[in-house]
């Protein structure tokens, strides 16, 4: 079983940054590839970004460039940096994580993007 724990969400203008955090029980974080996903009100949960066990990354096209997602395996965090921000990036980040079978959610913070 393993926990997560989303935290720096928030109230951001446009053109702002925030760094999401994703806190993670057990000590097999290592091996896991962990994800931040999004959903807006009305729409379907999207994939914002992956980093799998090796430190490869994968972003969806309209966060390139402007968010990087990284991982600290001696802290069991992934993180989302989010730069460049637009009323578009507005939603509830949910963090996830995968290994085989194995498919885990938190519960997710919000980030508004607004002037």
């Known amino acids: 079983q393993v926990q997560l724990v989303e935290s720096g969400g928030g109230l951001v203008q446009p053109g702002g940054s925030l760094r999401l955090s994703c806190a993670a029980s057990?000590?097999?974080?290592?091996?896991?590839?962990m994800g931040w996903y999004r959903q807006a009100p009305g729409q379907q949960r999207d994939l914002v970004a992956l980093i799998t066990h090796g430190g490869t990354t994968t972003y969806a096209d309209s966060v390139k460039g402007r968010f990087t997602i990284s991982r600290d395996n001696a802290k069991n965090t992934v993180y989302l940096q989010m730069n460049s921000l637009k009323p578009e990036d507005t939603a509830v980040y949910y963090c996830r994580a995968i290994l085989g079978s194995y498919d885990y959610w938190g519960q997710g913070t919000q980030v508004t993007v607004s002037a």
């Open positions: 057990g000590s097999i974080f290592s091996i896991y590839t």
